[in-house]
């Protein structure tokens, strides 16, 4: 029995050891076949010595490359910077629709139709919940391709975002219907959904950094033994593989602003059949853009020649939208600058009050958001906007403004008094949101 060992050029995934493996494995007599991604090796026992030409002539079509000795990295820096300049492309977009105030033409409400949850969910699937799941998704695909095969039809590819989104769907669906029956008896703690956030934001960095070829980080690779992987990878076992769909299903639990304002008016409707409808309709709004963000990067992992580079356009993709979401479920780049400015207004309050101001005042609290939430004020009259916190803001609806009126997000604290100043210049409606633009309420100016 001859011992062997190669190095390899171009792994990029789990994927990539269980084809090296298997094709291996096929050649008459190989024994014994193991390919690490982590080390870039490959070793094998045979009967028969296996030459370096023998490999690079089976793998060519495939993007590997084999050598006794170790290859030199180049081109390590020219590829993270396409890599970074075609992320930050990418970036640009997103943050250009996200500053759109798409969310603002979004106001929902217990009577509000179907369609209009559909396209509220539409609104979420291209912001918060592209940052959130989408990036979750992305950070996943590679995996799944590993658990269906990869290299095979597109529709075969696409079976675990299928899978995904149908399990959100259902999740969903169940969620609303139990909403609109226990009304607020039923409810995901703040500190739970918080501690959810930040497990799945550091899981996805640490996939994140991998992609971007990070090699200290792949001591945290969670991988399936061999034994039961090279089972996974066996075509005859594809079916009744449901771990997308169980992901899916419980992406409920990592709710961002939107999702909170639907279960909110979920509540409201104190009705299964109409609760169920409400979620559903979000869900499947949601869908089309996350399932797009899916698709794209099965295809794109799928192939030899461009999976490489994808990777590490998706790694920064995924490191911003983790900073990103972060920043805006925890407040991390405005918290002090805001808190100071909230005790600075605290402490003036009720000092200076122009006497020709129109007062309009709210109560925050975690249960029942801003009552009341809906105001009348005149036009070029200067109004004063104060909104009591009975209890701390949480996650994503931390904040609170009035886009067009008053366009700095304060922060929503136990104990305090947040007080907006601002005298409109026009008259129509304007929605009261929270940072990410979830909309909570609405000042009607009129003449």
């Not at 291209?126 to 269906?148: E, F, I, N, P, R």
């Not at 149908?166 to 501690?195: C, D, H, M, Q, T």
């Not at 991998?210 to 089972?231: E, H, T, V, Y």
């Not at 771990?243 to 409201?268: D, H, K, N, R, S």
Request: proline content about 3%; overall charge positive.
């Amino acid at each position: 029995m001859v011992n062997q060992k190669f190095y390899i050029k171009g792994m990029h995934c789990a994927s990539c050891e269980l084809l090296i493996e298997q094709k291996m494995l096929e050649i008459k007599g190989v024994e014994f076949a193991d390919a690490s991604m982590a080390t870039n090796v490959l070793r094998i026992s045979s009967r028969d010595k296996i030459t370096v030409e023998m490999l690079n002539k089976m793998f060519g079509k495939d993007g590997y490359e084999f050598s006794e000795r170790p290859f030199t990295q180049t081109g390590q820096g020219q590829q993270l910077f396409e890599a970074a300049f075609t992320a930050a492309f990418a970036i640009i977009v997103f943050l250009a629709l996200s500053k759109m105030g798409l969310s603002s033409f979004a106001s929902i409400g217990s009577s509000s139709s179907l369609g209009a949850f559909f396209v509220f969910g539409l609104i979420a699937g291209v912001s918060t919940c592209a940052a959130l799941v989408g990036g979750l998704v992305l950070s996943l695909s590679k995996q799944w391709l590993d658990l269906y095969g990869g290299n095979r039809s597109n529709f075969h590819n696409s079976k675990p975002h299928l899978l995904f989104n149908a399990g959100r769907l259902a999740s969903y669906a169940i969620v609303g219907g139990l909403l609109g029956f226990l009304g607020e008896k039923i409810k995901i703690s703040a500190a739970f959904s918080s501690f959810l956030i930040l497990f799945v934001s550091i899981a996805m960095l640490v996939l994140a950094l991998q992609m971007l070829g990070i090699k200290w980080f792949d001591r945290f690779r969670i991988a399936m033994p061999k034994s039961l992987s090279g089972q996974v990878a066996n075509k005859k076992n594809h079916t009744g593989i449901l771990t997308p769909f169980i992901v899916g299903f419980f992406t409920f639990l990592l709710p961002c602003g939107f999702t909170l304002a639907a279960e909110g008016i979920a509540v409201l409707s104190g009705n299964p059949l109409k609760g169920s409808l409400i979620m559903f309709s979000f869900a499947l709004g949601t869908a089309i853009p996350l399932l797009a963000i899916g698709l794209s990067s099965a295809k794109l992992i799928a192939s030899p020649k461009t999976s490489e580079k994808f990777l590490k356009v998706a790694g920064i993709l995924i490191i911003f939208f983790v900073l990103y979401n972060l920043n805006f479920q925890f407040g991390l780049t405005n918290y002090l600058a805001a808190k100071e400015q909230a005790v600075d207004q605290t402490s003036q309050s009720g000092t200076g009050v122009d006497k020709d101001a129109q007062l309009i005042k709210a109560v925050y609290s975690q249960s029942n958001d801003i009552q009341p939430s809906t105001f009348e004020v005149k036009v070029n009259q200067p109004v004063r906007f104060e909104v009591a916190a009975l209890d701390d803001g949480t996650g994503c609806m931390s904040t609170i403004m009035v886009p067009g009126l008053f366009n700095d997000p304060q922060p929503l604290r136990k104990g305090q008094t947040i007080v907006m100043e601002f005298t409109p210049q026009k008259t129509g409606t304007f929605q009261i949101t929270c940072a990410m633009g979830v909309p909570r309420g609405s000042i009607n100016v009129v003449n």
